[in-house]
């Protein structure tokens, strides 16, 4: 079964961090396009970071040079590494990768 299951979330004060996982059930070697995406209550599914099928990272406005996408080949995860976190960052975060359904995402709060 190909699936996607994302951990990591959790509530944290604003100008902390968390570290978002993405465990795949395949591998991952292959792969070069992946995102995360979060979605806000009220609010559409929006992408977050994504990186394109030749390398290009791709952060949104809002999250650039707080945020930062990594991988491990190894363990066919992917990560999103959280600084300085803000309450309009609070959402549930989803990763995603070619192929894969979306999975549950994790709930990621941040109080003022």
């Known amino acids: 079964q190909v699936q996607l299951v994302e951990s990591g979330g959790g509530l944290v004060q604003a100008g902390g961090s968390l570290r978002l996982s993405c465990a795949a059930s395949?591998?991952?070697?292959?792969?070069?396009?992946m995102g995360w995406y979060r979605q806000a209550p009220g609010k559409q599914r929006e992408p977050v970071v994504f990186?394109?099928?030749?390398?290009?990272?791709h952060y949104a406005p809002s999250v650039k040079g707080r945020f930062t996408i990594s991988r491990d080949d190894a363990k066919n995860m992917v990560f999103l590494q959280m600084n300085s976190l803000k309450p309009e960052d609070t959402a549930v975060y989803y990763c995603?990768?070619?192929?894969?359904?979306w999975g549950q995402g994790t709930q990621v709060t941040v109080s003022s």
């Open positions: 995603q990768l070619p192929g894969y359904n």
């Open positions: 395949r591998s991952i070697f292959n792969i070069n396009a």
């Open positions: 990186v394109t099928t030749n390398n290009s990272t």
